[in-house]
């Protein structure tokens, strides 16, 4: 182990879905080019849920970055989260390059989340982690304004 490598030069916020109040549906972060990391985790995020709501997200593959060919990752989707138990929640799915259908070109990943019944407060960040070149933070997607430390 490195102690001299921070975290940040490890792992890139390669996509968001901002915090908001996200009525009973579905959204799908932006694609991303998995095949510059050997890891990528998503990091889902609920607050307070609408009564009887429930949350579900699952990591998708693709063949570019338009989502063509779009496909679930087979078992990397989180238990269904619900009102009872679910608020202030956090849940990780992470993959590896084993898990892609890389040999059909599905070199492309995103996030999909679901909120069902009633509108709830949710967020999600998608990361990549082992880069396989440096520097990381050229991976960063737009939103990341400042980097300390």
């Given at each position: 182990?490195?102690?001299?490598?921070?975290?940040?030069?490890?792992?890139?916020?390669?996509?968001?879905?901002?915090?908001?109040?996200?009525?009973a549906?579905?959204?799908?972060?932006?694609?991303?080019?998995?095949?510059?990391?050997h890891?990528?985790?998503?990091?889902?995020?609920?607050?307070?849920?609408?009564?009887?709501?429930?949350?579900?997200?699952?990591?998708?593959?693709?063949?570019?970055?338009?989502?063509?060919?779009?496909?679930d990752?087979?078992?990397?989707?989180?238990?269904?989260?619900?009102?009872?138990?679910?608020?202030?929640?956090?849940?990780?799915i992470?993959?590896?390059?084993?898990?892609?259908?890389?040999?059909?070109?599905?070199?492309?990943?995103?996030?999909?989340?679901?909120?069902?019944t009633?509108?709830?407060?949710?967020?999600?960040?998608?990361?990549g982690?082992?880069?396989?070149?440096?520097?990381?933070?050229?991976?960063?997607?737009?939103?990341?304004?400042?980097?300390?430390?």
């Amino acid at each position: 182990m490195n102690l001299d490598v921070k975290l940040q030069e490890q792992l890139a916020v390669l996509a968001t879905l901002d915090p908001v109040s996200q009525a009973a549906s579905t959204v799908v972060s932006s694609w991303v080019l998995a095949k510059d990391f050997h890891n990528i985790v998503a990091l889902i995020q609920t607050g307070v849920l609408g009564a009887s709501a429930t949350v579900d997200a699952k990591m998708r593959q693709a063949t570019d970055a338009s989502g063509t060919g779009a496909k679930d990752i087979a078992g990397h989707a989180i238990t269904q989260i619900v009102k009872a138990s679910g608020d202030n929640k956090q849940a990780l799915i992470e993959i590896n390059d084993n898990d892609l259908d890389s040999a059909n070109n599905f070199n492309y990943v995103a996030l999909s989340l679901t909120v069902g019944t009633a509108a709830s407060i949710v967020s999600a960040v998608l990361l990549g982690g082992n880069p396989r070149f440096a520097p990381v933070s050229g991976y960063n997607q737009a939103g990341v304004v400042q980097i300390i430390g």
